[in-house]
């Protein structure tokens, strides 16, 4: 199920952020002559072309890096493996060596068995990738309509939400149209929380490759940056990608690269995520902590990436019906007396 909503939900996301600048272009076009009934097509349009002129140049900066380190890291893989190879040898023949002959056979004997565990856990792993191939196949699709997708939420965005509206009776259209102002306010704060958090992880990313000297330090930071968007996985597949960078480009370096980046997932995850959610979303860092703990228990990778705004949406929704039920009051004993 997450497969096929992932495509829809990044839509939605593209679709808020572009928004602001449709909006602003289409207001800014000529108000009357032709360009009136091609206005908002024309703004999307041109969204898409930013857009893809974005995406574009921050794939050729990650791209460019990768080849290039993977490139190198072939050139150099049999001499790191053999060294490799040779140095736990080594070390491993150092510790037995001194231990008696009954200790030794037990330890060669565990090493087979896991020997035997491992190409069990590697069968395990590729029948897990083989099974995983139609889901993979349905997210490709679920991207492939995905501007089509964007395409007409950003075209017709208000229409939908009338439309929506629409469908309540008088009386409660004017609540459902609150309700949508409401979670827009809400979503729209998390965007910015996420946008910041990206920010400060890649600025920090940014200062210790340099600091290390290590190359193609802006595009490993901004990669960093970028990949916060994909709670808990996206720290990581950003750190792996620096480690493979730095192995085939500055060997000697990549534990302290690997060091740098759990530094500042242990700063993220125990300080910026709840202190810049909580600032956003108006919710305290204290019980921001527990929310992320208990949507993670509950749902994993959805839990952790929805609870914030569910909770801060559910929180504005009752601020409101409190505030319309007290308006209602006063209005009702403020009657009798005119």
Same mark, same amino acid.
């Given at each position: 199920m997450r497969i096929i909503i992932l495509p829809f939900a990044t839509g939605l996301v593209l679709a808020y952020l572009l928004m602001p600048f449709v909006s602003w272009l289409e207001k800014s076009l000529p108000p009357k002559g032709k360009w009136q009934g091609f206005k908002r097509v024309f703004s999307v349009l041109l969204a898409f072309v930013l857009?893809?002129?974005?995406?574009?140049?921050?794939?050729?900066?990650? %791209?460019? #890096?990768?080849?290039?380190a993977s490139v190198k890291l072939l050139e150099s893989a049999p001499y790191f493996f053999g060294k490799s190879l040779y140095q736990i040898q080594d070390w491993f023949n150092n510790i037995i060596k001194g231990l008696p002959l009954e200790i030794q056979?037990? *330890?060669? =004997?565990?090493? *087979?068995?896991?020997g035997v565990a491992l190409g069990q856990y590697v069968r395990n792993v590729f029948t897990g990738l083989v099974a995983s191939i139609p889901g993979t196949f349905t997210m490709i699709l679920g991207f492939a309509?995905?501007?089509?997708?964007?395409?007409?939420?950003?075209?017709?965005?208000?229409r939908l939400k009338k439309?929506?509206?629409?469908?309540?009776?008088?009386?409660?259209?004017?609540?459902?149209?609150?309700?949508?102002?409401? *979670?827009?306010?809400?979503?729209? =704060?998390? %965007?910015r929380a996420q946008i910041m958090l990206g920010i400060i992880v890649a600025y920090f990313t940014f200062i210790g490759l340099i600091v290390m000297k290590i190359p193609y330090a802006v595009a490993l930071a901004l990669l960093a940056g970028v990949a916060e968007v994909i709670p808990t996985l996206g720290p990581w597949i950003g750190g792996a990608v620096a480690v493979i960078v730095t192995l085939a480009m500055a060997p000697d370096k990549v534990i302290w690269v690997a060091i740098l980046f759990l530094g500042v997932q242990l700063l993220e995850n125990s300080l910026l995520v709840p202190k810049i959610q909580s600032a956003y979303l108006h919710i305290h860092p204290a019980i921001m902590i527990f929310l992320l703990?208990?949507?993670?228990?509950?749902?994993?990778?959805?839990?952790?990436?929805?609870?914030?705004?569910?909770? #801060?949406? %559910?929180?504005?929704?009752?601020?409101y019906v409190r505030d319309h039920y007290q308006a209602q009051k006063l209005?009702?004993?403020?009657t009798p007396g005119q």
């Amino acid at each position: 199920m997450r497969i096929i909503i992932l495509p829809f939900a990044t839509g939605l996301v593209l679709a808020y952020l572009l928004m602001p600048f449709v909006s602003w272009l289409e207001k800014s076009l000529p108000p009357k002559g032709k360009w009136q009934g091609f206005k908002r097509v024309f703004s999307v349009l041109l969204a898409f072309v930013l857009l893809i002129c974005l995406i574009g140049g921050f794939l050729y900066f990650i %791209i460019t #890096a990768v080849m290039d380190a993977s490139v190198k890291l072939l050139e150099s893989a049999p001499y790191f493996f053999g060294k490799s190879l040779y140095q736990i040898q080594d070390w491993f023949n150092n510790i037995i060596k001194g231990l008696p002959l009954e200790i030794q056979q037990e *330890v060669n =004997r565990e090493l *087979v068995e896991g020997g035997v565990a491992l190409g069990q856990y590697v069968r395990n792993v590729f029948t897990g990738l083989v099974a995983s191939i139609p889901g993979t196949f349905t997210m490709i699709l679920g991207f492939a309509v995905l501007p089509f997708f964007l395409f007409y939420i950003m075209k017709d965005s208000e229409r939908l939400k009338k439309g929506f509206v629409a469908a309540f009776t008088p009386g409660v259209a004017v609540h459902a149209w609150n309700v949508v102002k409401i *979670v827009e306010k809400v979503l729209g =704060r998390y %965007i910015r929380a996420q946008i910041m958090l990206g920010i400060i992880v890649a600025y920090f990313t940014f200062i210790g490759l340099i600091v290390m000297k290590i190359p193609y330090a802006v595009a490993l930071a901004l990669l960093a940056g970028v990949a916060e968007v994909i709670p808990t996985l996206g720290p990581w597949i950003g750190g792996a990608v620096a480690v493979i960078v730095t192995l085939a480009m500055a060997p000697d370096k990549v534990i302290w690269v690997a060091i740098l980046f759990l530094g500042v997932q242990l700063l993220e995850n125990s300080l910026l995520v709840p202190k810049i959610q909580s600032a956003y979303l108006h919710i305290h860092p204290a019980i921001m902590i527990f929310l992320l703990v208990l949507g993670a228990y509950v749902a994993g990778f959805w839990g952790l990436l929805i609870i914030g705004p569910l909770t #801060a949406t %559910i929180v504005e929704i009752v601020k409101y019906v409190r505030d319309h039920y007290q308006a209602q009051k006063l209005l009702e004993s403020a009657t009798p007396g005119q």
